[in-house]
């Protein structure tokens, strides 16, 4: 007797489970459990059961089946810090470094994240949602299934509040499931301009807990699906005090906290992240190995960003490959902003965490999938191929995993299945 379910893969040449009851550490990076002959089992959006073809085949019989004969199936990508939802894009300032300004500099002279914080401020929610859906759906296209995405662009109570919404309403939307995270505390607005304090007042007294209430109604509260609070702790910014005061604040109502710290001086943020109970520290391009040491003990993920070097043309890279081996949880994300990391794409990530962190595309792909799905407070609900999981994946038309991160700048992903569904094919 069989048991009926709705879908069914098989044949996979490859099927990579990254299969885990915690986030991958040291040795067990290099491993993607793989299964030869692979099938994925799934009903109601869910995943009932994973292993090889001739085991699947005798339990279940599927309304439809996929042959995957010749392919990779992986767990969709999960990108766990991106800025997707703004207006406008940066291309002048891009032009600005190639003539040889740094992004810091740009930022001091009032251009940057302001620009878009300029740009967000005078975009209708409407405007907003349709710009973020289009790069939304080329994220998608290229294998993305849970994506995080951070205020930060609005910078006053009624523009954080607009931006908290966007992101609701691309949730409800979109294919794509959206992880919010309130970054009210990314840049200090020039109407606060040398008085960070009483910005940061704004944003403790006002900002968190507006944002509180908003998700204490939205969708994502119903779906339990986590609310972050993040600060963009960086010299000229925001200080480590200035930045717990946020988190901590963020905490009080209920908000996980999450880290920008060390993109470009080190100001100690790793250590605060970790004695906060953050749920990632994100960038780590200057950590220093007692920091390192510190995040590898604790349970925070160590989230790095190499298209943010790669994209401001940086030969420097936050060191990967020492966090994996001291045992941290490491996970990838793309970043995409319009100013630092204009890139949709994860496969890019990985090929070039390959190049420059040295990280095998077995590590690179733990680190984009279950890894990463750590870092947004979701581990146990999608990230790796399990019974029991949420039944996002992708069937990619490449003979070998490892090509994900070899061949670069092209799409492998021939099919995604979000929740069960097939989405592209
Ligand atoms: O992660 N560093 C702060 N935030 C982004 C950049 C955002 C922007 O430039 O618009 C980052 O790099
Ligand atoms: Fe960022």
Redesign the pocket.
Known sequence: MSTPVDLMILHARQLITCASDGPRRGEAMADVGLIEDGAVAMSDGNIVDVGPSAELQTRYSARKTIDAAGKVVTPGFVDA?T?VA?AGD?VAEFEMRIKGAT?MEIMAAGG??VS?MRAVRAASVAQLVAETRKRLDEMLMLGTTTVEVKT??GLSVEAEMKLLRVIEQLHDSHLMTLIPTFLGA?AVPPEFRGRTDAYVELVVEEMIPAAAAWYERSSFARQRIPFFCDV?C?AGVFDVAQSRRVLEAGLAHGMIPKL?AD?FENLGGVTLAVELGAASV??LDVTLPDEVARLAASNTVGVV?PA?NFNLGSCHFADARGLIDAGAALALAT?I?????PTPSMPMVMAIAARYQKLLPAEALNASAINAAYAIGLGDRIGSLQAGKQADMLILDASDYRHLAYEFGKNFVETVIKAGRIVKS
């Open positions: 810090h800025h703004y940066r992004y940057g994240i878009t930060g662009y990314h963009f960086e920008h993109e994100d960038h960003i943010v970043d902003n319009p100013g630092s990391a």
